[in-house]
């Protein structure tokens, strides 16, 4: 493709809405450009990087036994109030009427759909299983759309379901594409991990993320220093042991502990170590009151409560509930004496001897607190995050912690959907079943933004060969020199029939033209100059800046070794 031919505007400056890296440079490299918030168009280069990457997810789904239709991105709203999801699913939803009042909603993702489709086409245990993927563009209300790419409004998304008769026939092909997003992913030349994570508004059990790790990642993986567990710090339980003091229980004392609100200050003022305070919160889960205890260095991990309690909705109480609740404010709350409130308590809380807790009273809290005399919980389970130092789950060395930017989800949905929606077969014996789903999401423009964020440097982006928008970048430093524009012409008519070439026939300053090319980031960048009478061209690497001087009758082969084919 001529330069002169296509759209790429690139940007000297840094745009000043553009906080990371990806978005700045996908921006000043020409490839994308902002509509509205959280809405973008596409420009020719990042078209061409999108469709590598959808290319690649078509086939590892294909050789997944995976098939490719495509539903409607509006969505009727009965199919959603079938689900429940119409009232649960939040502000996110973009929801309209057409002209005869009736409800519709743009849609964020299809198990609606596709669980209607095949409600109404498939009666017969002999047709499934059955795994169907479309590529499609997507929207969400997002509150805050941040990141370019990375969280936006309207967005592209591959999304598969399947259709089994047993669970058994979802755990192979959970497998299947859990095998086939890893192999997606290292071939977009990721450094990624497939995390162990909860399923969220989507429902279901057993899921996977796929992270690519990444500083600016909104989600924290926990992962073992020796092995290959990680999993999504939400999800990955505690294995810690807690050995219990030898130390003789002492008496309950109430003591005062005026303006000392957080556990810092309490521990600070009574000269205790935070891992002898008892940090109580009040939670509403589905709606009723928990107070929850873990230790003074720890935090309550309400997706762990969630779990737990089977619950549709976990929400730490406001201010003025706890008021009203518990007779007290937020930094004096505690589990003595408390009433028709249930408790539970993290398995740390079980092994304090002589702690610190709230007194339910401003300005006091009691020392000497023991769990079992002081107070009971209703139960003792795992529901604080990991730390960092804590041995890895998998009983492999250490966790250490890291960011990551999610760019796939694997779901096994179980009924979730087919029982709420009467998508049913007939098994072997003629009885009605429900079908067992499964749910695979990769975010593809999310992935072309994480693949910018992983691969630049301070010039601009540096594409893998696997999904560059172009291998080639040929530049002629000066277009009104006969001698290099007729080399460049000739090699141009060749190259192309190999490689994919952009050839930057612009009538520009050669600064300009190096500069443009290192911002865009294609992997070999070839320049005809002043000796392009005698057959020589340079040839630049750009992820290493390796420079070499090779006759033009020998830059196929060239070309041909740093891609490695």
Known sequence: MRQSMTLIPTLREVPADADVKSHQLLLRAGFIRQNASGVYSYLPLAKRVLVKIEAIVREEMDNAGAVELLMPALQLA??????????????????????????????????????????????????????????????????????????????????????????????EVYERIFTAYSNIFARCGLNYRAVIADSGAMGGKDTHEFMVLSDIGEDTIAYSDTSSYAANIEMAP??????KSEEAPRGLEKVRTENKKTIAEVSEFLKVDETQCIKSLLFKIDGRPVLVLVRGDHEVNDIKLKNMFEASSVELAEASETKSILGCEVGSVGPIGVKDVEIVADFAVESIVNGVCGANEEDYHYVNVNPGRDFEASRYADVRFIKEGDPSPDGQGTIQFAKGIEVGHVFKLGTRYSEAMEAVYLNENGKTQPMIMGCYGIGVSRTLSAIAEQFNDEKGLVWPEAVAPYQVHLITVNTKDEAQSNLSEALYETLRKKFEVLYDDRQER???????SDLIGLPVRITVGKKASEGMVEVKVRKTGEVIEVQSDKLEDTINSILKR
């Open 510 to 516: 050669a600064g300009v033209k190096f500069a443009d």
């Open 238 to 243: 505690v294995v810690a042991s807690y050995v």
């Open 78 to 171: 009965e199919l959603w109030q079938e689900s429940g999801r119409w009232y649960s699913y939040g502000p996110e939803l973009m929801r309209m009427k057409d002209r005869h009042e009736r409800e519709f909603a743009l849609g964020p993702t299809h198990e609606e759909v596709i669980t209607s489709l095949i409600r109404d086409e498939v009666k017969s245990y002999k047709r499934l299983p059955l795994t169907l993927y479309q590529i499609q563009t997507k929207f969400r209300d997002e509150k805050r759309p941040r990141f370019g790419l990375l969280r936006g409004r309207e967005f592209i998304m591959k999304d598969a379901y399947s259709f089994h008769s047993s669970k058994e026939s979802l755990d």
